[in-house]
């Protein structure tokens, strides 16, 4: 297959250039002015960006209470078939997807992007990933045995907390090394102690996994860093310290600013801007569990609305999005790399409404939209 009559964006350089893009099988072969190929797709002078990377979602989490224990599937094949046709090809998914949802993807059985799964959210007892509740004591709104147990307490246990994250088919360990924001509004965040959060990322090193990080505060993202997590995840609260952490430790930001609550904009806001000013890495995440879902389309206007622009935003839910996740086949339109492709009407940068200009999506070579 050849698109033709594109203009490709590059987001390393954040530039777009006219040119054609072969595709063969499941990868892109050869791009540029000259290039040709059977089947062509006429672009019509549109924008060719890679397939986007969501780094925080969550498919499959609780929605309504009250509802049976199906409901939560069920609505995960909508919502995974929904992504893949706005140009979301890949997603992290941080806590709630069992390694049945990547079985049903690879089978065919479902639609929806590529899926790397983290299964639940470690943490020590009384923490964010303890579901517990003074009138029904411990409270497990998932309560799924594909999910295993993630709570612990000292640094054997969160050894063996990772392991059987590991055993159930985790891609990634998710962490709870803050508490939620009700948590800290009610002075109750419980966070794992130093010696935890290094048991942790190193178990998870020897298994061959990363380390995602939920942190709200500057403290918890600080000690988390140190420990040697891949990425901080939230982060709403973060100061100097903090960033150097991350700086100085490689670890990636994911800010996810579309869930965060408007009295927390602003302080969220300025934690993205130190980030960036101290050279921390950003990549995208929607957080996708609030309900109505909010999805990476709205998260890159935000993005770009605090200080990324529309060609920051959109490299950080491509190029930088696929060096954190490592995904090394994506991330960008270049030969040898996975087609994933999403043509978009117009030839401008603007991401202020990307989902009404999705044309047509490719997931590794195959037409999903258009």
Not at 80 to 85: D, E, I, K, P, S
Not at 130 to 146: C, F, M, N, V
Not at 334 to 353: E, F, K, M, S
């Amino acid at each position: 297959m050849l698109i033709k009559n594109v203009r490709v964006f590059d987001p390393d350089s954040g530039t777009a250039e006219p040119a054609n893009v072969r595709v063969e099988d499941r990868l892109i072969t050869a791009v540029g002015s000259d290039v040709d190929g059977p089947d062509p797709w006429d672009g019509q002078g549109g924008l060719l960006i890679p397939g986007l990377i969501d780094c925080h979602v969550h498919v499959a989490f609780p929605g309504a209470k009250g509802l049976p224990r199906s409901a939560r599937i069920l609505e995960a094949v909508a919502t995974l078939r929904r992504l893949g046709t706005r140009g979301i090809t890949t997603v992290r998914d941080a806590w709630g997807a069992d390694a049945g949802f990547k079985h049903a993807l690879r089978e065919g059985w479902i639609e929806g992007p590529d899926l790397l799964v983290s299964l639940r959210q470690l943490s020590p007892t009384g923490g964010l990933g303890d579901g517990w509740g003074a009138d029904t004591g411990r409270l497990d709104r998932i309560d799924d045995p594909a999910l295993p147990d993630a709570v612990f307490d000292g640094a054997d246990q969160a050894r063996a907390a990772v392991r059987r994250m590991v055993r159930a088919g985790a891609d990634w360990v998710k962490l709870g090394a803050s508490g939620a924001l009700a948590h800290l509004a009610e002075n109750k965040d419980i966070r794992p102690t130093d010696e935890e959060l290094h048991a942790v990322t190193d178990e998870a090193r020897r298994a061959g996994r990363d380390v995602l990080a939920h942190a709200h505060t500057a403290v918890a993202a600080t000690a988390a860093a140190r420990a040697g997590v891949r990425s901080i995840e939230h982060g709403v609260f973060l100061d100097d310290r903090a960033v150097a952490a991350m700086r100085d430790h490689g670890c990636w930001y994911v800010p996810t600013l579309a869930p965060i609550p408007a009295e927390h904009a602003a302080a969220h806001r300025r934690s993205l801007a130190l980030a960036r000013e101290a050279g921390v890495p950003v990549a995208a995440g929607s957080d996708l569990a609030p309900r109505p879902h909010v999805d990476l389309l709205t998260e890159l206007r935000l993005l770009a609305d605090a200080g990324l622009g529309a060609a920051g935003a959109l490299r950080a839910a491509t190029s930088e999005a696929a060096r954190l996740l490592r995904l090394d086949d994506r991330g960008r339109v270049a030969p040898g790399l996975r087609a994933d492709l999403v043509l978009l009407h117009g030839a401008d940068l603007d991401v202020t409404d990307l989902a009404g200009r999705v044309r047509a999506v490719w997931q590794a070579g195959r037409l999903v939209r258009g």
